[in-house]
């Protein structure tokens, strides 16, 4: 499982500058500040040797964030870059409670990644031991601190980024499917005989209240704020339950829309210095690669659950996201990453776990959603490049046999029909008067609702002017062709949308918009070409 790399906070330099006694509104005891004082001379392998220090050590950091964490958007939380001594210094007289509250949260992840060590297996010290109490292995009360900076920390991107992640691997250490992974482990006769049981049933209202969290970060359209949740998602991402509960809460629709924002948006601009916009470049890249991971890494879900696969179905958003990278192709790791994502999705079955009362959502659905998006050209396009993965090249062959063999099954009507309901609309064979005078009947629908002809006209709006434009000749065919079609389409909105863009700066758009109205308008358009 890949893990994010949490750079230290901006004000460590502070941290073995921090004075115990003068902060009282900590409340700590004697016995308290003793162990902090001791935990800073020795190694953290110490502490963590005994059960009972480890325990106590972990509370008292927990009670340090539920004491200062009320202060988490001052000054220290405006800080973003990594602060000399001096400046840290300042930080810490400026703003101790919030230099306190970085320093628990760092001293929690150091635990953390310890805990998760090879060193932790061979000792027999795990996260449960020190994290879960009693004879049930109870969740310790002190987690709610964690989220608290979570959530009411706004703005203050190290305290959220890396509290997140640490309560993340905390509550993942409960899970069932961990468990059985390090039961299967070289390491399970190490941890059997000392580590604590964890109760999943008391990580379950926690792990649901962070990925609540998770979700509304990353409705945001800024990638700071989501970067925010990126740690925390992969890690959940290493569990069958917490890739269940994200996929639950929409977390595969979140995912989709943020790929798509960030694969479009700009990186540099003209004016902007190389190196900086090159460290923009790099970061934008690196967060496609994280989000694409994670949406992988949810593909191994879709034989398991009929909701993952409808989920990935809807809309066709996740399949446009993914063929879109790997169309856009910014770096190899994320087309291979994509790729893995469309493979898993190419040969998904129904059988094992099928829908129930609801149409079948298999491989066909999505394969028929990568050709709607142009995928198969995309294929066409790898296959002459040079990779250096292995990987890569397998899963083009893969994909470009599966797809290629889907695309002979389908009719053309199918193809037309795919292309419409996921919204990626390519001039071709099936946008031209003949197609349209044979097949205007099936515009109506199994249902009779005229379906396609609702998304063609909600098409006309789109930002890309080359859809809005294919949209509008498609809206004007069926006019054409379809009995009593001018009408459909004006009780329906069509010819209202089309007449907003009848003076488009785009003059191709223009000149479909214009004949579009034209076609609703006059019965015998043919005459007035």
Known sequence: MAKVAIPPSPVAAAFRHIQWDPLSSLRLTPQETALLRMAETNPIEYTLGDARDATMYVRVLLKLLAEASFNVSGHVARISDECNENRALDALDADPLGVVTHYAIAKLHTILTTLCSPWAAENGVSIGNVFYAGMEGDLIEQWKSLLRVISKGKGDLYAQRTAALCLAQILLAACPSQRLSVSNSKDANALSSSSRVPSYASAIEPLEALTAWVISQLKS????????????????MGATEGR??????????????????????PTSSPSSGGSSSERRANSSVQQLYELAFCLWCLTYELNNFADVRADFAKDGLAVMALVELVSSAPREKVVRVALAALKNLAVCSADVNPERDSVRIDSKVFLGEMIACGLLKAIGLL????????????????????LAD????????????NEVETGQLQWGSTHTDAFFKENANMMEGKDGDFKLVKILISLIGSKDEDIAAIACFDLGEFCRHYPNGRAIAKRLGGKELAMTLIEHDNPELQRHALQCVSKIMVSNWEYVK
């Open 383 to 402: 296959q002459e490049r040079q990779f250096t993965d292995p990987d890569i090249v397998d899963d083009v062959e893969s994909l470009h046999k599966l």
């Open 221 to 236: 359209s800024n990638a700071l704020t989501v970067g925010t949740t990126v740690p925390a998602v992969m890690a959940l």
């Open 406 to 417: 889907n695309f002979k099954e389908m009719t053309r009507w199918e193809v037309y029909q």
């Open 244 to 265: 269940q509960i994200f996929a639950a809460s929409g977390g595969i629709k979140y995912l989709s829309r943020q790929l798509r924002q960030r694969d479009k948006k």
